[in-house]
């Protein structure tokens, strides 16, 4: 293991060409990764928000704030179904906003959101006429104070503080009371407007102890299946595209793993040709096989951590260079280290090719090698 | 040459890795390019295979055609200014459909986009059947035919139960990634209604434009941009290019192709590099014994042309295998110009990468033969 790791400190050129690749292929797991995160993490930020562990919508919605209506009572079936604890209306309008110093077409693409119970990370809902924007708003000089024209019939909204994290199908959410809401609603989407009391969706608080899929379940039977209720998460991941930008990603970044064995795989077959004759004579000394495979593993494993310290690095630099609005790049430390695991696991099956090779070396090769 | 094969024979392991790592970096690439493509005309294909040249949004409608909505007074504007030779309304919303008996009878979001001129929103990419000529007629994407959206399909417009019945198909016509039907305005009106009863005459989307004869499109944008700042007017492959999203799609996959199309020729290259140092003392006694650099160099391209080669056929053939079909709802296809595009980078960044152990070749001395030294040394 020393000798593995001395020739490493000692050499460091023989394996840069493997380092130099394996920190590109760590790049591309952590870009791709990263890729994904921020795809979703726009998508779903507000439905994560919520302050309940239910959605309910009405079933023919299909699952979209936009087509689901719940009236009063089907909200008191809601109500009284066992497990839930309280629910709470909430409404959504996606619009364009302008603001007072940019151009008439350079419009800020929000969604007004008219939930009866303040997102997370917001102690209290605003008062008529305000809002509490998504931080992703001060990128394009949005700052309590300041105020936004809404939608075509031009509803002032002031903003009077920020939330992180909560965007909406990649749009930024604007947090109002359910009438200010309702009100925006109505003068920019008269073909929408809802009746008092009638909200496009409920969210729900389970009881302490109730399990959020099961009263899901009991709603939905309760109300004869005129509801389609879900938990919160997977009212996040049935929003449009996100299911299916999970799978694609997650196949790409497989295959990625996959590349990353084979060159893996690849850099140590040749280096294990290449000290053929030294494992003889270190075997004829008397090293294990197992000692020496545990060697190569062991500088597989330290490249790959310096490749995805080098990638880490350089994901970390783009995430800041990469302008806000133009690629959805979102690198956390999660998604590093996840990446850096995929990494390391392909650093030690792709060195297992070699394995066979290292076992037929023969100690008896070291006498008369001159090489 | 013959050396050059028979190492290929005898070091197969090595090899065949090197094969494999190509082939799967070529695979992965032009998959992506497929699904790049097949992300954004599943986005945007029903606006850019369309018929209307030029297309009226509202500014509050940010490109979406469903977030657009043209009032009474700018399309009597549009109209009343003489700008354009044809005006016509074309409407979409999404809504929640039973497809017909080819699909699995669950309701699906599908959008349906209603016209009122076949020339001024009607596909232009048809390939079975015809386009609509009535009310309940509509054409559909091809790309859903067999999710209950195929020719002779009826499917159900909820909760109203309005039935529309499928008499073509257009290839790459669908609008955010779900099943998309093309129906005149008037089916598109009736859809609305089954919907919501209450829902009275809904208000055009956006309005189409036919250009008067001599005037280009982009003067014809100008024109009617100029009317009012409510409006927002764009060419049709504006409209496509410019939709929200599909910048970011663009430039998210640019930076990805640059990632991989990187890496396949540093793979290349640092593998040919290794093997030539590993190599040296023997290359050099080939020299000392009297073959030419010239030689040793064929062998070494011979090599890498088969390394390249060998990973692009079997890239390719993955590909072409497995890129049939859908991702996610998303359809792919078989993307020749992208095959050659890449096969003709990849040869050439492989080719250049190799420069490096060529370099090394053509520097080997004979005379460091009887010294047993090679070129790494």
Redesign the interface.
Known sequence: MKLALRELRRRPGRFGAAGLILTLIALLLMFLGGLLDGLIRSSTGAMYALDGDVVVYTASAEDSFLRSRIEPTLRSTVDGVDGVASSAGIGVVQLGARLADKGPRDLLDVVVFGPEAPPLGVDALPGDGEAIADTTLQEQGVQVGTELSVGPARSTLTVVGFVEDTQYLGQAALWTNPETWRTVLTDNRPDQQLGDGVFQALTVRVDDGAVAADVADAIDIATGRSTASLTVVAAAEGLPGVEQQTATFNQIIGVTVGIAVVVVALFFALLTVERASLYGVLKAVGARSGTLFGGLVLQAVVLSAVACVIAGSAAIALDAVIPPGSIPLRISGTRIGQSAVFLLVAAVIGCAFSLRRLLRVDPASAIGSGS | MFLALKELQR?K??FG??I??VA??V??IL??QS?QNGLLTSFVGAIRNQSAEVLVY?????RILQ?S?I?PDLEAMVRSSGAAAEVARIGQG?F?VTPGEGGDGV???TSILGYEDPGLGAPTTLVEGRLPEGPGEAVASDADAELGFGVGDTVTV??GGLDITVVGLARDVQL???PTLFVTYDTYVQSVRSRNPD??E?LPNVLALRAPPDVPADRLVDQVNGLS??L?TLTRADAADKA??V??VR??FQ??FL??G??VP??TG??F???TF?KA?ALTLLRAIGAPARTLLTSLLVQVVVVLGGGLLLGIGLYAALVRGR????PLRFETTAVLVWTALLVAGGLLSSLFSARRVMALDPYAATTGAGVGS
């Open positions: 070091a392991v090595r890795l090197l494999a790592a799967l970096l695979f992965l998959f992506q699904l509202r500014t509050d409608g940010r977030g909505v009032s999404t929640t309701p699906i979001e909820l909760p955010n990634v779900t829902a009275g809904p700042d409510e927002d929200p999203g910048a970011q430039q998210s930076v990805i990632l991989y990187f890496v540093l793979v640092l593998f590099l290794i093997i590993q003392s991702i996610g709802g998303i």
